[in-house]
């Protein structure tokens, strides 16, 4: 079975579509609220002219009215109100400082007229206020759920490939509603608050400010009319913008769970579209660089760009999605099943109906490499622990006869922690003979860079007993090229076996040789990507005609390279993804600060600018920087081929 491989056109159209009808609801709610806002202003312009009547002297109130206290009468009139507030906020659940002020309000004997009416006033404001919060939850909670099923159901139509999707939990839900995703840290309900505050302040300060003014009550009433209106196209933008944001959240969430791995920003290009969402548009990046409100939508206040799923390879995703389920119940779904059906079969039931023919996505993709599986299987079984569970059954699939030892290793001619290595014994000038494989237990990152560390050895362990050419090389060069070969194999294996976004170890001899090798040996021409140019490197020592004879590679080894200069390729690229460097850099280096790294690579981007080739000799940690950084932009940005 193939899976469907849609066009961009398709793409764009649906989630287009899914994005329209979203903003839709939140234009339906905030209607909705204007009414609210409408309904709490009348009520305040009441409650104004109601206090005017009672206590202003031909049509004006001074300031020392305003500040008489209630007589007995007054007073209990306005308990009896204050009791009624209390009863209403018991049954809506209002914010409990406010109904602490409203009891003490109750028992106080001294009120003055104005504070009475700042009481209602207020009342009317925290009655409006509790209403938005509760209507955007539930807005946006709804959203996020109607969201991810939309978005799967729109993905496994659009690819003709589905299984069960899971259930979205109420946990869940509250743990997005919770979670600030502004620079600010403040989440939406924080918004509604701080509003609330500032308008309850502004009615009182205006107010008073009145009451000195000695002003006429419908000059109040018209100004605080309009202090109401500037609230409600403030409400009106944040429902808008965190509306856009929770179903760009609810994308980003669905696209990971059904194992998408690059997406497309796609921006609705009109006479609106404004200059950030512009240049965006079309532009592909891997999921891990999503960041609602950042490089995805909302970029800005009401925007109405959207993202699809990019598939450069359809095979590619098949084999990370088979590498994603844990269980490989896969179904034919078809291109018109409507989105009722979908959820029925998919979301509500266990297991589809039995009319829906079972798919397997490892035999059903691209020609994967039988290896490729195997250590995809095991990966899945390992719980990440222990790196001896994961690397022993892989030795054992991958026909490696050799001890496993993990232990901590030590290694005098390197200042860096050594997290793997593989002993051998030399046979003769041409053979040598795995002894051991050492894996370093001490290593901090995670389950699967661990585990690339392991797959980086066995390609080393898979020469033992090969003919090589170490001598007739020289081993300086021959183990060059082996590292090379080996780390490059290890990414590509551990990236396509679903292991997640990895990048490279042996940065120095990578950036300089997958280049120079992409450009010159026709074998490795089409290589984009340093997994591309490590899938080729892998059958070298998997494939039927494996080898550990490097010398063909020797006169690349002494072409003229600047690494530098070649580094000035990718300082565009680097520039505009700092974020994502960094993170990356973070989880390479657990164990050092993050203003430590940001130090760092400002230090060296630095030097580059405006296109100066850096004269002065780099830190050791400097250097480990521009290498490492180098690595991740080839992978993501593309090899760029050199002259030789």
């Not at 204050?82 to 809506?92: H, S």
Request: proline content about 4%.
């Amino acid at each position: 079975m193939a899976i469907s491989s849609q066009s961009e056109e398709y793409w764009t159209r649906r989630f287009e579509n899914l994005e329209k009808a979203q903003q839709k609801k939140g234009a339906q709610y905030y209607r909705r609220l204007e009414t609210e806002y409408q309904k709490a202003d009348r009520a305040l312009q009441a409650e104004i002219s109601d206090w005017y009547a009672r206590f202003a002297k031909n049509n004006n109130m001074t300031i020392q009215e305003a500040r008489k206290l209630l007589n007995a009468g007054e007073l209990a009139e306005f308990k009896w109100t204050v009791d009624d507030y209390i009863k209403y906020g018991q049954e809506n659940a209002l914010d409990q400082k406010w109904m602490k002020e409203l009891e003490n309000a109750s028992a106080k004997v001294h009120i003055s007229r104005l504070e009475a009416l700042q009481l209602s006033m207020q009342q009317e404001v925290e009655k409006l206020y509790k209403s938005e919060l509760d209507g955007m939850t539930r807005l946006l909670g709804d959203e996020y759920v109607d969201g991810k099923y939309q978005n799967a159901w729109i993905v496994q139509t659009g690819t003709g490939v589905g299984s069960p999707f899971p259930k979205v939990k109420k946990s869940e839900v509250e743990k997005v509603l919770s979670r600030p995703w502004t620079a600010d840290g403040k989440t939406f309900s924080d918004r509604v608050w701080a509003d609330q505050n500032k308008l309850v302040n502004e009615l009182q300060s205006e107010m008073s400010q009145m009451i000195q003014r000695g002003a006429a009550p419908d000059e109040a009433i018209k100004n605080i009319s309009e202090r109401m209106n500037v609230s409600k196209s403030s409400a009106g933008r944040l429902v808008m913008t965190e509306s856009a944001y929770f179903s760009s959240e609810s994308q980003k969430e669905t696209f990971k769970e059904l194992g998408v791995q690059e997406y497309e920003f796609i921006a609705t290009l009109d006479e609106k579209t404004c200059k950030r969402c512009g240049p965006l548009d079309k532009k592909v990046a891997p999921m891990s660089f999503f960041k609602a409100g950042g490089t995805a939508p909302p970029v800005h206040p009401n925007c109405r760009c959207t993202t699809i799923p990019h598939f450069d390879d359809m095979g590619d995703w098949g084999a990370t999605r088979a590498a994603r389920d844990q269980e490989g119940k896969y179904y034919e779904v078809p291109s018109g099943m409507s989105f009722e059906e979908w959820k029925k079969e998919f979301v509500e039931k266990k297991e589809p109906d039995k009319t829906f023919k079972h798919v397997d996505l490892s035999k059903a993709e691209k020609d994967v490499p039988e290896y490729v599986s195997n250590i995809r299987r095991i990966y899945q079984e390992w719980d990440g622990e222990y790196i001896s569970e994961y690397a022993m059954p892989a030795m054992k699939e991958l026909g490696i006869e050799a001890p496993l030892f993990v232990r901590e290793i030590e290694d005098i001619s390197s200042t860096q922690a050594v997290s793997g290595r593989s002993n051998f014994e030399d046979i003769d000038s041409t053979h040598q003979k795995i002894q051991l494989v050492e894996l370093n237990p001490a290593d901090p990152r995670s389950a699967a860079q661990r585990a690339e560390v392991a797959n980086h050895e066995f390609f080393h362990a898979k020469s033992s007993m090969l003919e090589h050419d170490m001598l007739e090389m020289g081993v300086d060069e021959w183990t060059e090229v082996e590292e090379t070969m080996c780390e490059t194999a290890a990414l590509y294996t551990s990236r396509a076996a679903g292991f997640g976004e990895l990048y490279p170890s042996y940065n120095g001899f990578i950036n300089k040789n997958v280049p120079l090798i992409v450009s010159s040996i026709p074998e490795f021409a089409g290589c984009k990507t340093i997994t591309d140019f490590g899938k080729i490197a892998a059958e070298y020592r998997f494939g039927s005609a494996a080898t550990a004879k490097w010398l063909p590679f020797k006169k690349i080894l002494s072409a003229n390279f600047d690494y530098k200069e070649y580094y000035k390729n990718y300082i565009p690229y680097l520039n505009n993804n700092k974020d994502y460097i960094i993170s990356v850099l973070e989880k390479e280096n657990p164990r050092t600060s993050r203003a430590r790294i940001v130090s760092l690579l400002d230090s060296v981007l630095d030097d580059f600018k405006g296109g100066a080739v850096p004269a002065r000799s780099f830190t050791p940690s400097e250097e480990y920087i521009l290498q490492k950084t180098l690595s991740i932009a080839i992978q993501n940005e593309g090899i760029k081929k050199v002259t030789l």
